[in-house]
């Protein structure tokens, strides 16, 4: 397939039996790749495998950053809770308790108190008095007498009254006679309290509450009084006394009675009393008689323990998360820095055309795609530098080209012409005409290595674009019509840019010649635009022949690549030489089997006086 040959108006080869076309692509091992390698200076040493990275990276350092971070403070706290809270907590609670049994104690002893001034004010009633200490056996007491005895029966806390006047073998009793069954007086343990005497209790059952009776003599307080009065009190307004100690779940305030029997607050004794070692027994607040204060269990510190488990539970699942957590990061950011080390390694090596692996997170993606764009700088800077290189390399060699052949060339062409005018056989006569031919032929590519390589300065002025294009679309008329090729200016407003006018023409005229030369013996058209689109002027030559591969394209304005008969290489490098001179470029677009469209970027006339020059 043929590819648009790099050739100027005027120089098309008339011998079609030259040599074969030369394709020049650009070997792996060729000195582009060799100054590459020569240009980037590493270290000769083989760099550190990634895993000995590894004793020093930083998803190690994480790990062990993260574990200190989350471990320390939780067991700093379950120490803490070990010696200062617990403790705290022991003596916090113990210090409330004793305050609280203090004052339960207190409460006892007042409502016993209360009842005791009960007694005195009903022992000072002189009827009352009178009856107990003068009354005969079995003699009734009037009626004054009982209406005390029933003025005291109306205190809630009591459940009778009884009396034992001096001369009476047995206390009198006025209560509710099953209250008494099952009980015996005299085998009552006598408790001294205050002025008087406690006896009981009497213990309670399932057909009778329990109680006592608190008994004060009138005549003063001895062993065996022979009168006395007394009351018979509830045990559960005693008992009463002490529920603001309990806790629940926690501790049940009990009243231990000199049966050491224990009751409960609502005076009930406990379906199975049990006893612990975290029991806590005050002091007997009357002779006997103490609380205590019931361990049910554990509710309270129990959570705590259960706190403290759960601290370890969670100290544990804190780090085995860290450690995963660092585990699957390590993974992963080896897994995006790996092709990174990979990829620099090529870069290093010289290999500027693999792409680097640009996928990452955050910081990794942002260092994937600064070395990307390392890459394809540093391709560029070398190339730049190569073609320098070669430019000069070319330079020195053109100018011994010229000096070496053109001077022969000239000899050798007077020769042939002086031959020829004296010639008379017509063969011979077409035969040194062709070798003038030739001689023309050679001059001109050897013009075309002195183009490329001494350009000439670009000199920069106001350049009509629309003019150069109807310049070269006269020029090349008769040539495309030759071929049956049909060349199109699309009309548009007249656009000026800022380069060298007779340089602009050598690329338009050299655009369009190649692109007649690629549609040869085939037919077609050539389209040539031109366009302004911000600060720049876009010349464009298309044509619908059999376009450029891929592989192809990007070789095009290489020197000496080329894949025509009578193709020298140099056309399109000079035509990318000049534009460059003039502050522009080349872009070449092309489908296989479509076409292919060039297009000439130049800066635009700014109509500014300062407007520097090319």
């Known amino acids: 397939m043929p590819v648009h040959s790099e050739t100027f108006p005027g120089r098309l080869s008339q011998n079609q039996n030259e040599a074969p076309p030369r394709n020049i692509p650009r070997p792996r091992n060729s000195r582009y790749d060799l100054c590459m390698k020569s240009i980037i200076k590493h270290d000769a040493s083989a760099p550190p495998r990634l895993r000995v990275l590894r004793r020093n990276g930083l998803a190690r350092r994480y790990l062990f950053s993260a574990l200190l971070i989350a471990l320390i403070p939780l067991v700093v706290l379950a120490f803490m809770y070990d010696t200062q809270y617990v403790k705290a907590l022991e003596k916090v609670t113990e210090s409330r308790t004793n305050a609280r049994l203090a004052g339960a ?254 996928e990452g997170t955050a910081e990794i993606g942002y260092l994937a795609f600064a070395l990307e764009r390392m890459r394809l700088r540093l391709r560029r800077l070398v190339k730049s530098m190569v073609d320098v290189e070669r430019r000069a390399i070319l330079g020195q060699f053109s100018a011994g080209v010229a000096h070496e052949i053109r001077n022969p060339l000239a000899t050798i062409k007077t020769t042939i012409q002086a031959l020829s005018r004296k010639e008379s056989d017509p063969k011979r006569q077409k035969l040194m005409e062709s070798v003038d031919h030739e001689i023309d032929r050679v001059n001109d590519v050897v013009q075309l290595l002195l183009d490329y390589a001494r350009p000439r300065e670009a000199k920069a002025s106001k350049v009509n674009i629309i003019d150069v294009v109807e310049t070269v679309k006269i020029l090349a008329d008769a040539v495309a019509h030759r071929h049956g090729i049909e060349l199109v200016q699309v009309e548009h407003e007249s656009v000026y840019a800022w380069a060298d006018s007779s340089q602009v023409r050598q690329i338009v005229m050299n655009l369009v010649m190649n692109a007649i030369q690629a549609m040869e013996g085939i037919g077609g058209r050539v389209t040539i635009r031109t366009k302004q689109q911000g600060l720049a002027v876009y010349v464009s030559v298309s044509d619908n022949g059999p376009g450029v591969s891929a592989d192809h394209l990007i070789h095009l304005t290489e020197p000496f690549f080329t894949t025509k008969t009578n193709g020298t290489g140099l056309g399109l490098a000079i035509c990318r030489q000049l534009a460059q001179a003039n502050q522009g470029n080349l872009r070449f677009q092309s489908v296989s089997g479509e076409g292919l469209k060039v297009t000439l970027k130049l800066p635009l006339y700014l109509n500014n006086e300062n407007q520097g020059s090319v």
């Open 105 to 358: 104690e207190n409460l006892l002893r007042t409502f016993l108190q209360e009842r005791i001034y009960e007694l005195e004010a009903l022992a000072d009633v002189p009827e009352v008095f009178d009856w107990l200490t003068t009354a005969n056996a079995e003699e009734k007491p009037n009626a004054e007498v009982m209406a005390q005895l029933r003025q005291a029966l109306d205190s809630p806390h009591l459940y009778g009254v009884v009396v034992k006047p001096s001369r009476y073998e047995a206390p009198l009793w006025y209560l509710t006679q099953t209250l008494l069954q099952q009980v015996e007086l005299d085998e009552l343990p006598l408790t001294p309290f205050a002025n008087g005497e406690i006896i009981g209790p009497a213990l309670p059952t399932d057909s009778r509450p329990g109680w006592f009776v608190l008994r004060l003599s009138p005549t003063g307080l001895n062993p065996a009084p022979e009168a006395w009065v007394g009351l018979v009190v509830r045990l559960a307004s005693l008992t009463d006394q002490v529920k603001d100690l309990s806790l629940t779940g926690l501790q049940s305030p009990l009243i231990v009675t000199p049966q050491n029997v224990p009751i409960t607050a609502v005076g009930n004794i406990p379906g199975k009393p049990s006893y612990s070692a975290k029991d806590i027994n005050s002091n007997d607040f009357i002779e006997g008689w103490h609380i205590r204060l019931q361990w049910l269990g554990d509710p309270l510190l129990g959570p705590l323990e259960s706190a403290r488990f759960g601290l370890i539970l969670l100290a544990s699942g804190a780090a085995l998360a860290v450690i995963l957590l660092s585990r699957h990061l390590s993974k992963r950011l080896e897994k995006q820095v790996t092709p990174l080390i990979e990829g620099a390694d090529r870069v290093a090596g010289g290999d500027f055309d693999t792409p680097l692996h640009t």
